[in-house]
């Protein structure tokens, strides 16, 4: 028995630690710390985090160790503690069960199967042997499955499945790494597939497509290298050319078909599991994966059933060995759904949704409480910006530079997201989609109610996109809250503010395809000062016709003949384009008559790569930039190809130099004098301001050619261009922006 004296020289200290602590193993790892430095107490789960007390000779010790190896899953934000008075007779430290009561951690990520489960997973002599759905505090769902906060089982989708005496008996003991696992399960005891794996893999090898439920919604699964299965699988999901990704074992598999740094091989490596974006090697995969493009999607297996299918198609195995050999299998693996429809979750809708795009559907009785698609990340200027933000960084907190009203935007139409507030941090949600159609809008709004649920907030505020029209907006209203309607490419520009902790004044360079102006009009190549509540619009691209109008975004060919027709080259519209209907749009262009003008710079990306006859057609967004990319080499510059007059910057002299150019010249061409045109641009304006950093946003700078060489010339004349390290430069970052800046408004509200 321990007796406190008063020449007791022992400490009590009650510690108060948030961040992303719960369901990633931080109360067993206190445990062990505390219990290896001989201190008693208790740790336990709460509304903030993790709270500890500790008492005994060593509780500095364990101040000076508790961040030095934590989980890897964890994130530790704040470590706050005071001392308490010595408990009399307090022999063991012990983890003590969740307290009830407001919730506002952080979310854990949906995180990949780690290497110890792996081993585990192949090991003829461990009872988790070739089961599907092992896991521990450090790998497995999250996330996908948590209804409410805290992570605790009966508050997410394992609640259905009762812990067998095995498992129980790991889940108690503090010397087993499953121990206080949430997801520990068992063939025994926990979910089960629907089909053998030897029938997917039978069924990928016969050439068969595979539609297997994921960690956050059914993905389609075929053969790579199959020509035949890879087009059957563009038919029936009505994508004829935008790029599939890949799936390969290991990093050595990876090497044989792109080309890889040591950073994006981390990335790639890292428990997200992202699909990264790499230049792509000669191979022999199947030309119809990436058509048209130089880049390649890949992937490594994210959880024990993408594994163990790994495993039954390689024929020869060598004990563990195998796991990091290079192999020749590669999968396409691309989202469970159809056209423009979210990410299909639920069993019963995949049965029947899937029926004609894949030939078997495999299932599993856990149910997904909200879906998650695969992450899209990119690598250019050494740093790293997402495509798509989904599994593995959903929910995950941004630091914003100071705290805001609490609020709630609503994103914009494409790539659309929703960002929530809580005091200094921003909750970005997994990509939703296009809001298009009643099943991307439904589950944009399940998403909303259960992003404001796990985060247990009451908005004081509510963000949304300008455009009157889109249904975002619409939502708005619903909240009887005060609300602000965001300029698009204010949004974009206080994204990138926002993420790099900058609240000062920034002169912001905005370019994309589309953004609703002051004045109705189209916006998408502007220059602007860029404050948290307000901007000014310094100047902007030359507005074209765009001939048709939305069409133009599938049909690239009529903005090159715009471009033409303010050339004064009539002649060139009907030699390049006359198996189209050139003679109508010449028609249209003469009587400015349905025609809208637009300052877009993904358009002029649209127009240059039809002049160049490179994509006239375009099906799906963004192809005819990225074709036009993948031609790139060398970057050149052609002087006297612009004009800055009255602060609109006027390219058709570059356009008029493309007109003789072959693809690969015209292609660098194009992308060397615009980088030089938009720096002199940016140049003129912030020396003139006294202005030092440039925010860069919007689509356009999804092109790595282009945003290396704008921040490099940037850079020569000491101006520093802003674009964050995880950076959401398109429409998927406009909720950031708007949160930002409606949270700003509120405050003079």
């Known amino acids: 028995m321990v007796i406190a004296t008063s020449n007791d020289t022992r400490t009590r200290l009650c510690i108060r630690i948030t961040g992303t602590v719960q369901g990633v193993g931080f109360r067993p790892y206190v445990y062990h710390l505390a219990s290896n430095l001989s201190l008693t107490g208790f740790v336990m789960n709460d509304g903030n985090g993790v709270y500890i007390e500790i008492q005994g000779h060593n509780t500095e010790h364990f101040m000076q160790q508790i961040q030095l190896n934590v989980p890897p899953l964890a994130k530790i934000k704040t470590i706050n503690y005071d001392k308490k008075s010595i408990i009399p007779n307090e022999e063991q430290f012990t983890i003590r069960s969740t307290a009830a009561n407001d919730v506002m951690t952080d979310i854990g990520i949906d995180a990949a199967i780690c290497d110890e489960c792996i081993q585990d997973l192949f090991d003829k002599t461990n009872r988790y042997f070739h089961y599907p759905f092992i896991a521990c505090s450090h790998c497995?769902?999250?996330?996908?499955?948590?209804?409410?906060?805290?992570?605790?089982?009966?508050?997410?989708?394992?609640?259905?499945?009762?812990?067998?005496?095995?498992?129980?008996?790991?889940?108690?003991?503090?010397?087993?790494?499953?121990?206080?696992?949430?997801?520990?399960?068992?063939?025994?005891?926990g979910p089960q597939l629907s089909h053998s794996i030897e029938t997917i893999a039978k069924a990928i090898k016969q050439g068969k497509i595979v539609a297997i439920k994921g960690l956050g919604g059914y993905q389609l699964i075929c053969d790579a290298h199959n020509e035949k299965v890879v087009e059957k699988l563009r038919k029936c999901k009505e994508r004829s050319d935008k790029p599939f990704a890949i799936m390969v074992l290991n990093e050595q598999s990876a090497n044989q078909y792109v080309h890889v740094s040591a950073k994006e091989i981390t990335i790639l490596k890292s428990h997200q599991r992202p699909i990264v974006i790499f230049s792509q090697r000669e191979n022999k995969l199947s030309k119809n994966i990436s058509p048209?493009?130089?880049?390649?999607?890949?992937?490594?297996?994210?959880?024990?059933?993408?594994?163990?299918?790994?495993?039954?198609?390689?024929?020869?195995?060598?004990?563990?060995?195998?796991?990091?050999?290079?192999?020749?299998?590669?999968?396409?693996?691309?989202s469970g759904n159809n056209f423009e429809a979210p990410i299909l979750t639920d069993d019963l809708s995949a049965k029947n949704d899937l029926a004609d795009i894949a030939d078997l559907i495999v299932s599993y009785n856990r149910a997904i409480v909200t879906h998650v698609d695969d992450s899209v990340i990119k690598f250019a200027n050494e740093k790293v910006f997402f495509i798509r933000r989904a599994r593995g960084?959903?929910?995950?907190?941004?630091?914003?530079?100071?705290?805001?009203?609490?609020?709630?935007?609503?994103?914009?139409?494409?790539?659309?997201?929703?960002?929530?507030?809580?005091?200094?941090?921003?909750?970005?949600?997994?990509?939703?989609?296009?809001?298009?159609?009643?099943?991307?809008?439904?589950?944009?709004?399940?998403?909303?109610?259960?992003?404001?649920?796990?985060?247990?907030?009451?908005?004081?505020?509510?963000?949304?996109?300008?455009?009157?029209?889109?249904?975002?907006?619409?939502?708005?209203?619903?909240?009887?809250?005060?609300?602000?309607?965001?300029?698009?490419?204010?949004?974009?520009?206080?994204a990138m503010a926002a993420q790099n902790k900058l609240a000062q004044p920034a002169i912001g360079l905005a370019l994309d395809g589309f953004g609703l102006g002051e004045k109705q009009e189209s916006w998408g190549g502007e220059l602007m000062i860029c404050r948290p509540t307000n901007y000014?619009?310094?100047?902007?691209?030359?507005?074209?016709?765009?001939?048709?109008?939305?069409?133009?975004?599938?049909?690239?060919?009529?903005?090159?003949?715009?471009?033409?027709?303010?050339?004064?080259?009539?002649?060139?519209?009907?030699?390049?384009?006359?198996?189209?209907?050139?003679?109508?749009l010449v028609a249209l262009l003469k009587k400015s008559s349905h025609s809208p003008i637009s300052s877009s710079c993904g358009r002029l990306f649209d127009a240059a790569s039809a002049l160049l006859n490179i994509c006239k057609i375009a099906t799906y967004e963004g192809q005819a930039a990225m074709m036009l990319e993948s031609k790139v080499t060398i970057p050149t510059i052609a002087d006297h190809s612009w004009h800055i007059i009255d602060n609109q910057l006027n390219l058709l002299p570059l356009f008029?130099?493309?007109?003789?150019?072959?693809?690969?010249?015209?292609?660098?061409?194009?992308?060397?004098?615009?980088?030089?045109?938009?720096?002199?641009?940016?140049?003129?304006?912030?020396?003139?301001?006294?202005?030092?950093?440039?925010?860069?946003?919007?689509?356009?700078?999804?092109?790595?050619?282009?945003?290396?060489?704008?921040t490099r010339m940037l850079k020569q004349f000491n101006l520093k261009p802003v674009f964050p390290d995880f950076a959401i430069p398109n429409d998927a970052g406009l909720s950031l922006g708007q949160a930002w800046i409606a949270g700003n408004k509120m405050m003079e509200y």
């Open 140 to 189: 497995g769902p999250r996330y996908s499955i948590t209804n409410r906060l805290p992570f605790d089982r009966e508050n997410t989708s394992m609640a259905a499945f009762a812990m067998c005496q095995a498992c129980t008996a790991e889940y108690t003991d503090p010397n087993n790494k499953r121990y206080h696992t949430q997801t520990i399960a068992c063939a025994e005891c």
């Open 393 to 494: 960084y959903a929910l995950e907190s941004i630091e914003l530079p100071y705290e805001i009203p609490t609020t709630i935007a609503l994103g914009g139409y494409l790539k659309n997201t929703i960002c929530i507030t809580r005091k200094n941090e921003a909750f970005i949600s997994q990509h939703i989609g296009k809001l298009s159609n009643v099943d991307t809008i439904k589950t944009y709004r399940e998403t909303l109610s259960h992003m404001h649920n796990l985060l247990n907030i009451k908005p004081e505020c509510i963000a949304h996109d300008a455009h009157p029209d889109f249904y975002s907006s619409h939502i708005a209203l619903e909240f009887n809250l005060p609300t602000f309607a965001i300029q698009h490419h204010h949004a974009h520009l206080a």
């Open 292 to 334: 048209g493009l130089s880049t390649l999607g890949v992937m490594l297996p994210c959880t024990p059933v993408h594994y163990l299918i790994f495993e039954n198609l390689i024929d020869e195995k060598n004990g563990h060995k195998w796991l990091v050999e290079k192999k020749e299998v590669a999968l396409v693996v691309t």
């Open 656 to 710: 008029e130099k493309l007109l003789n150019c072959n693809q690969v010249d015209g292609a660098n061409l194009f992308h060397g004098t615009l980088a030089a045109a938009l720096a002199e641009w940016v140049v003129i304006n912030a020396t003139k301001l006294s202005l030092t950093h440039v925010l860069l946003a919007g689509g356009c700078f999804l092109n790595s050619v282009l945003l290396e060489l704008v």
């Open 536 to 584: 000014t619009r310094l100047g902007s691209l030359k507005p074209f016709a765009q001939p048709g109008g939305d069409i133009v975004v599938r049909q690239p060919w009529r903005m090159a003949a715009s471009i033409l027709f303010e050339l004064n080259k009539l002649s060139e519209i009907q030699a390049r384009f006359s198996s189209y209907q050139s003679s109508e």
